[in-house]
C-alpha cells in the first residue's frame, strides 16, 4: 500500500495535488514547463502509476500536461535503444508503465492541454479524455527515428478508430485534430483551455461521490478488454521495435 504523503515529491517530471476528496491530478512536466520524455521519465512513470494504483485513498486520478502541449518533444537522454541490455530495460519499463496505468484501479480522466505527438497510449488507457481545441494528435518520433510503433499505439490506435483507420494514422503519420478526434471517438469533450481543468474536476468529484467500491470496480470492469489487448501484444510489438532500432544503429555505423 503506497500513501500520498510518501510519493507526492518522488517524481520529478510530475507534480502531485490530491483534494480531500480523493481526486489525485498528476501534472506532467520538465521544470514546470512542457514535458521533454527521455528515458530518465520512462523509467520514472513506471514507478509514478504503480504508486498511485496503489494508494487506495485515491478515488479518481485526473492526468493532465504542463505549457502548451501533453507530449510533444522527445530527447534521446537516458534511453539505450542499440545494446541489447538497454533495450530489455525499455522493453521491460515500456510493459511495466503500460500494465500500471491499467492497474490503477479508479477511474482516470485525461485533460490534454496540448498536442499529443507521442506515448498517446497514456491518455487512451484513460476512461474520459478531455482536450482544448489546440489538441492534435499524431504518432512521430516513432518513423522519425526510423524504428516501428510498437509501444502500444499500435494495439490502441486500431481499436479506437477501427482497423482501417488506426493503421492509416500510424503507418501515414496523420495528423488528427481535436474535432476530428472527437468525431472519430477518441475525445469526448473540447474545451477552451482556461476551463479544461475545471471541466475535468467537475467530472471527478461526481465520481468521487459515488461508493468507492462502485467507481473502483466499474474502472475495472470497462478495462477488461484493455488489459487484454495490452497484455497480450505489447512485449511482441515492443521487441519488434528493438529489432528495428537495432537495425538502424547498425545503419549508423
Do not use: C
Amino acid at each position: 500500500m503506497s500513501k500520498f504523503e510518501d510519493y507526492r515529491d518522488r517524481f520529478p517530471n510530475a507534480v502531485l495535488t490530491r483534494k480531500e476528496n480523493g481526486v489525485l491530478t498528476i501534472r506532467l512536466h520538465t521544470k514546470n514547463d512542457k514535458l521533454v520524455f527521455d528515458g530518465h521519465a520512462h523509467e520514472q512513470f513506471v514507478d509514478l502509476f504503480h504508486a498511485v494504483g496503489e494508494d487506495r485513498d485515491n478515488r479518481v486520478v485526473i492526468l493532465t500536461g504542463s505549457g502548451n502541449a501533453f507530449m510533444d518533444a522527445i530527447s534521446p537522454e537516458g534511453f539505450d535503444f542499440f545494446t541489447p541490455q538497454g533495450y530489455d530495460k525499455i522493453l521491460r519499463e515500456g510493459r511495466k508503465v503500460l500494465s500500471n496505468i491499467l492497474d490503477i484501479e479508479v477511474p482516470m480522466i485525461t485533460a490534454l492541454n496540448g498536442s499529443v505527438l507521442l506515448h498517446s497510449e497514456y491518455a487512451l488507457l484513460t476512461d474520459i479524455i478531455l482536450a482544448t481545441p489546440e489538441t492534435v494528435f499524431q504518432d512521430k518520433p516513432h518513423f522519425d527515428f526510423g524504428i516501428v510503433p510498437g509501444d502500444g499505439v499500435n494495439l490502441l490506435w486500431p481499436e479506437i478508430l477501427g482497423s482501417i483507420r488506426g493503421r492509416y494514422f500510424i503507418l501515414t503519420r496523420q495528423v488528427l485534430d481535436a474535432a476530428t478526434a472527437k468525431s472519430w471517438g477518441v475525445v469526448n469533450e473540447i474545451l477552451p483551455s482556461d476551463r479544461l481543468l475545471a471541466r475535468a474536476h467537475e467530472i471527478a468529484d461526481g465520481i468521487a461521490a459515488l461508493p468507492p467500491l462502485t467507481s473502483r470496480y466499474t474502472r475495472i470492469a470497462l478495462t477488461q478488454r484493455l488489459r487484454r489487448i495490452i497484455d497480450e501484444g505489447t512485449g511482441y510489438g515492443l521487441a519488434l521495435e528493438g529489432i528495428s532500432a537495432a537495425d538502424v544503429a547498425r545503419s549508423m555505423k
